[in-house]
Structures are given as structure tokens and as C-alpha cells.
């Protein structure tokens, strides 16, 4: 009978032996593993046994990666997607990005790097306590945007706002020390938690869909050179 305690990870790749690969060492890490072999039975089998990370190749036949993805977050699905891609060009990786996937890795790649992604992305996806020494609950507040840490939970103005787990855990790194610099490396070490010569562009990328979500409540401040910083909240807005 499966352990159902265990994450379970869909794989949605054409290629049997990079499938049956990286599934072994997944198992062998501790996880569950589904296979699908085209991007219509990895969406279904997405929607039908909701799984805690999906490992989605761009190139698949019938629907692609990035049509999956893209259905899925038309459908409020925020499950954390972890894209996979042999294009040299960046930009299939970009677009990922904007449609709301957490992470990529290019093949060729090693089960390590895979898993080291997964092990990541599922980390920023847990929901975290986040208390204050009283033991009650607390917000960060920055302009009109005001995050709350233990439900991961987001509003702008009078509206919720939803985010892929990266975005919120970068838009929380931010406001969590608002006025600090932070740069890309930094950024990259501390949300992402690992370090990548690709992390720059990564970051810039879930940064603008942050803004972009975020719209006129934008908190977000560009260091030229630097990095980024969130605003400094008002007087008495931090809860």
C-alpha cells in the first residue's frame, strides 16, 4: 500500500528513459512518483490526483509544458511546477516563468540538481509558522500590501492577490526587511536556496510578475546596479 505521508510528484516527460531515471531517484529520495507521457494525460492526471510538485517537460507532444501550465493557472491551480527544457534559447524558460512555473532546469541535468530543484520548490510551497514571541499572528505591511506569513496570504488595497509559492516567498523576503537592499545572488540564496549561473534572470522574471500582480500597489523598489528593495512601511502599518 503507498505511503501517502510521502510528496508525491508527477512526472510529465516524453522520454521513457529520462521518466524512469529521474523517477528512481525520486523514489529512492523519498518521494512518490506518477509518470505521464504527454501534456493531455499530465494535466488530467494533475487535476485528478493533485499532487505536491510537478516536474513538466516543455517539449511534450499534444499539449506542451507551457499550455499546461498555462491551464492550470487559469484554473486558480498554484500547485508549485518545476519545468524542464532541452532549448538552448531562453526564451521558452522566460515564458515559463510569467505563466506562474517556481523553477526550471535545463537538460542535460543530474538527478542531484532535480531533486536538489524539488527538495526547493517544496520548502517554499510548506506553509510556514509565523508568529511573533507572543504567539499570535502577524502581517507585513508595506504601502497598500499586506502579506500574512502563516496563512500565505496576500492583500493589495482591498483585494487578495494570488501568488505561486516563489512569488510569495520573495514579495515576504522583501517586505520583511523593508528599505534593505537585497542583490540577485542574494535573492537567489535566500528564496530560492541554491546558486545559479541562470539566477538573475530568474529572479528579474518573478519580480516583474510580483509588480504585475501587484499593479498599482507595487511596493517593490529597483536599486540600479544593485538589486531590490521593498518600501519602508508607513508609521504603525506593521502588524
Keep these: 500500500m503507498p505511503d501517502s505521508s510521502r510528496p508525491l510528484v508527477m512526472v510529465v516527460e516524453d522520454d521513457p528513459s529520462i521518466a524512469q531515471m529521474i523517477s528512481l531517484q525520486l523514489e529512492l529520495s523519498g518521494y512518490r ?32 509544458g507551457i499550455q499546461v501550465c498555462r491551464a492550470l493557472r487559469a484554473e486558480q491551480d498554484w500547485t508549485p511546477i518545476l519545468f524542464v527544457t532541452a532549448r538552448d534559447d531562453e526564451v521558452d524558460r522566460v515564458v515559463g516563468l510569467e505563466l506562474g512555473a517556481d523553477d526550471y532546469v535545463t537538460k542535460p541535468f543530474s538527478p542531484r540538481e532535480v531533486i536538489a530543484r524539488i527538495n526547493s520548490v517544496l ?18 505591511v508595506c504601502g497598500d500590501v499586506r502579506l500574512l506569513p502563516d496563512e500565505r496570504r496576500v492583500f493589495a488595497g482591498d483585494d487578495e492577490v494570488a501568488f505561486t509559492a516563489t512569488e510569495f516567498d520573495l514579495l515576504a523576503h522583501l517586505m520583511a526587511a523593508p528599505g534593505r537592499v537585497y542583490t540577485r545572488d542574494q535573492l537567489m540564496r535566500d528564496v530560492w536556496g541554491y546558486d545559479t549561473s541562470a539566477g538573475q534572470r530568474t529572479v528579474d522574471v518573478h519580480v516583474a510578475q510580483v509588480r504585475a500582480k501587484l499593479g498599482e500597489h507595487d511596493v517593490i523598489r529597483t536599486v540600479r546596479g544593485v538589486g531590490y528593495s521593498a518600501q519602508q512601511p508607513a508609521a504603525g502599518r506593521r502588524g
Design 123 to 140: 520548502r517554499r510551497a510548506r506553509v510556514t509558522e509565523a508568529a511573533d514571541s507572543s504567539g499570535a499572528a502577524r502581517s507585513l
Design 33 to 64: 512518483t506518477h509518470v505521464e507521457r504527454d501534456g493531455r494525460g499530465g494535466l488530467a492526471a494533475v487535476r485528478r490526483d493533485r499532487p505536491d510538485v510537478v516536474l513538466l517537460d516543455i517539449g511534450l507532444p499534444g499539449l506542451d
